[in-house]
Every structure is written in C-alpha cells, then in structure tokens.
C-alpha cells in the first residue's frame, strides 16, 4: 500500500500506484466501507451503484499525478432512502481536482 504518498487526502487510502513517464496515477478507496442515512441516523452498507471517478492532483517531480476512485452510493433498506452518496471531506462533490 502507498498511504504515506497520498497525505493530504485523510478520508482515502491508496491501494495502488501506476507510474509511467508522464504520470503517477494512485488508485485510491474509502478508509470506511458506509455511511450513515440523513433520514434515520442508521449506518448503510447496501451499495446502489458505483461509478469512476479520475481527480487531477498537483504535479509531482515533473509528472502528472491523477487520482482514481470509485464513488459509491448506498441505499437505506429501513426507510427506502435510494441513492445516498458518500461524500469526502477532502475533494468537493464535483470537482475534478485536488
């Protein structure tokens, strides 16, 4: 794992990294694997849907640094609340870079 290189980023570790001589692409996931419902405060682990996301970084060292993840959402099965996304403290909802 390659957690140390990805330090800004506290709510995502690094599972994988892929150099070439133009970039460094991290392949990152959620350090928690839920989330908690808006409606009714219970902990979520049902996945709805998954969908790639790829985040533009700073350079580093002259090459290219892109950040992969898949987003997930989640449904609540107690009170039928469909489609809850797991928001990241560290990179706004549609943003394409750090």
Partial sequence: MHT???TDLPDLVATELIQTEEYLTFI??????????PSCGRKVGN????????IQDV?????????????K????????????????KSIPGYSRKT
């Fill in 28 to 37: 990152v996931d959620y350090k928690t694997d839920h989330v908690k419902c």
């Fill in 4 to 6: 140390n290189l990805i």
């Fill in 73 to 88: 959402r989640y449904n609540c099965k107690h009170y039928d609340k469909r489609a809850i996304p797991k928001n990241l």
């Fill in 59 to 71: 350079p580093f060292r002259d090459k290219k640094v892109v950040i992969k993840i898949v987003k």
């Fill in 47 to 54: 996945i709805h849907d998954r969908r790639p996301k790829s």
